[in-house]
């Protein structure tokens, strides 16, 4: 485990989801929670659940084999509500397939909510 926890997150399911595995153990933190979350309701993942193992603890995910890849975008910069659409012309391979995961004042939330709120963001990483 390296010190970025959400890098960390998204290689263990990039890997996992490469080797064809059907679960995952991913470190806890709460923002790592809210990402799960924003892949779990665009139908990336299946369901997880926290494990306490007395250690700080971790996520049990369920994969379900729609991940291409998953990268964490570093450094987290942070972009402007009128730059979205240079940045997903950046991460994404094309218009409408996959999803940026924005932190916002708002919460953490996908590029098109973010777009349709009219707010901005730091990114944290990518999903198609």
Do not use: Q
């Not at 991913?26 to 790592?32: E, G, N, R």
């Not at 939330?109 to 990518?126: D, F, P, Q, S, V």
């Amino acid at each position: 485990m390296s010190v970025d926890r959400v890098s960390d997150m998204f290689n263990i399911i990039k890997t996992h989801e490469a080797a064809g595995k059907r679960e995952c153990k991913v470190p806890y933190s709460k923002l790592i929670e809210n990402i799960l979350e924003v892949m779990k309701s665009h139908n990336y993942i299946g369901d997880f659940s926290f494990v306490d193992d007395g250690k700080g603890g971790f996520f049990k995910v369920k994969l379900i084999g729609r991940i291409n890849t998953c990268k964490s975008i570093k450094p987290r910069f942070p972009v402007k509500k009128d730059e979205w659409f240079e940045i997903e012309s950046k991460y994404l391979p094309a218009v409408g397939i996959g999803i940026i995961i924005v932190t916002t004042p708002k919460g953490v939330m996908t590029n098109e909510e973010a777009k349709r709120l009219g707010i901005g963001g730091r990114l944290l990483g990518y999903v198609y």
